[in-house]
């Protein structure tokens, strides 16, 4: 079975622009979460998809942003980039949502923000 | 609210020596405890997993770890250490309950293997 894809891989933007990240879950996965990752600050959670619903939202400004669509892909946005966004973008899917469930990572997009 | 901390940022050990990396939490309720390996530019495995069938739980490419509900703790072994087992690992929990969860994470433990 294919694993968690992300595209892109890498991702050089400058301050104030947009950009749009995208994950492809595993085969029969229903629920996806975005994690950000900086040596600075470890792995904070940004927010979860379950069934094209967001179940939990971690504590990022507005401006960034998810969706998922019916066959469980999902996307995020982050619009007016700044420095401090520059991070590796990780997401994960899991069967269903729920306590316990184990998540399954992708290799991450590595972002960039001159 | 639950938490966890991992002890040391960075854990040294010589190649063939134990590992043991340290992870904390605290949680109100029985808790889900999760061990991941991160290896350079690349996201994240699970090493394994504590769902409360048994306290000693044995995982991938060697690695177990024991829940200790006294000391709430769930920390990592390994009886012999490779050079590939050089990565960063993370200690989570996730907690039983209605409606919403989220996996809480630790700062993380770079592992390093000295030849």
């Known amino acids: 079975k294919a694993g968690v894809t992300q595209t892109p891989r890498y991702l050089i933007k400058t301050r104030g622009q947009q950009v749009t990240l995208s994950c492809s879950p595993i085969s029969g996965h229903r629920s996806v979460s975005w994690y950000q990752q900086t040596p600075g600050q470890g792995l904070q959670f940004l927010f979860e998809?379950?069934?094209?619903?967001?179940?939990n939202k971690g504590n990022f400004p507005g401006r960034f942003s998810g969706r998922q669509f019916s066959n469980s892909r999902s996307e995020m946005n982050v619009s007016t980039l700044e420095l401090g966004d520059s991070a590796l973008y990780l997401c994960?899917?899991?069967?269903?949502?729920?306590?316990?469930?184990?998540?399954?990572f992708g290799p991450g997009t590595r972002l960039l923000v001159l | 609210a639950q938490s966890v901390t991992q002890l040391g940022s960075h854990v040294s050990v010589s190649e063939g020596a134990l590992v043991l990396l340290r992870c904390n939490y605290s949680s109100s309720v029985p808790p889900y405890l999760f061990w991941y390996v991160q290896y350079p530019n690349q996201g994240l495995q699970l090493l394994l997993k504590y769902t409360s069938a048994a306290t000693l739980v044995k995982g991938i490419n060697g690695f177990e770890a024991e829940f200790k509900k006294s000391e709430t703790s769930f920390h990592l072994t390994k009886p012999s250490a490779h050079m590939r087992d050089a990565a960063e690992y993370f200690c989570?929990?996730?907690?039983?309950?209605?409606?919403?969860?989220?996996?809480?994470w630790g700062a993380g433990t770079k592992l390093i293997i000295k030849p």
């Open positions: 989570a929990v996730s907690v039983r309950g209605v409606g919403n969860y989220q996996l809480i």
């Open positions: 998809y379950f069934s094209e619903t967001q179940r």
């Open positions: 994960a899917s899991s069967i269903r949502h729920g306590a316990g469930e184990t998540q399954y």
